[in-house]
């Protein structure tokens, strides 16, 4: 299986900032077999750094940040995945900011994922729990609706199509009370997260899903998070966009592999 290194750029860089820094990663980064680098810039970015990229599509591939579940009609300032084909290999889907900011349920991101899906892009579906329900006990149940929320319309042969990636809210440094969450922490939810794909899906269904950690990843800690049993990788916000960072992050990943 793949080990996927995706960067969410959010609501971050110019189109001018993302050319120079993509740029930088061109010349940097050295494909290695197995690895997936991925970098998610905001959408006006997305046609002119796929024209940059131009041939070396196999170093890195671009992602969305977030799209509409229709593929096409009248819905003035959407843009859907169908739009997307061709720049895009992979969607991010049900990002925590798009849950506890824009109001999107799990009615709205399994359509989503349907979406991506009969479109031939591949989405990135995020989970994770807040503090307080972590604190009251309720991941394994959040993280079991959130998953099965985001897969309900689709079927297994699908689900295999799918990347999760564990980002509990407690643990993103772009909210106020972020905490570092601890390798055992995460390999804890991951083993939760696994076991219900399992249950539900097959045991080989769910080998063929990746299965990426995120959570104020940076080079200093993405190394313990790449070596837990189960995870294929990192979803990374703030060290995503300092390039040196993220070049770091890729270079740890690629001697995990080794």
């Known amino acids: 299986m793949k080990t996927y290194i995706v960067g969410n750029w959010k609501m971050n860089l110019t189109i001018g900032d993302g050319s120079i820094y993509l ?39 671009l992602a969305a940040q977030n799209f509409y579940s229709k593929d096409f009609g009248a819905y003035t ?7 997307l084909r061709g720049l895009v290999d992979y969607a991010i889907v049900g990002h925590s900011e798009r849950r506890y900011v824009f109001g999107e ?6 359509a989503k994922v349907a979406a991506a899906i009969r479109n031939g892009i591949t989405p990135i579906i995020c989970i994770g729990e807040t503090e307080n329900e972590r604190t009251y006990g309720e991941t394994a149940d959040v993280l079991r609706d959130q998953l099965f929320g985001a897969l309900a319309d689709i079927d297994a ?20 009370s972020a905490k570092l969450a601890a390798p055992d922490e995460v390999a804890a939810s991951v083993r939760l997260i696994r076991e219900q794909l399992k249950a539900t899906y097959g045991a080989k269904v769910e080998q063929e899903v990746p299965l990426l950690y995120g ?40 001697k995990v592999m080794a």
């Open 23 to 61: 740029n930088k990663l061109i010349r940097r980064i050295k494909p290695a077999k197995n690895l997936e680098v991925v970098i998610a810039p905001s959408l006006v970015s997305l046609q002119p750094l796929s024209l940059q990229l131009g041939r070396n599509h196999s170093k890195i591939r």
């Open 77 to 83: 300032g959407e843009v859907s995945i169908a739009q």
């Open 105 to 110: 349920q799990n009615r709205d991101i399994r």
């Open 157 to 176: 042969e699908d689900v295999k199509k799918c990347i999760i990636a564990y980002e509990p809210v407690w643990a993103i440094s772009s909210t106020h």
């Open 215 to 254: 959570g104020s990843v940076n080079p200093d800690n993405a190394g313990a998070y790449l070596t837990i049993s189960g995870i294929n990788g990192l979803l990374i916000g703030g060290s995503s966009l300092i390039s040196d960072h993220f070049t770091d992050i890729i270079e740890l990943a690629k």
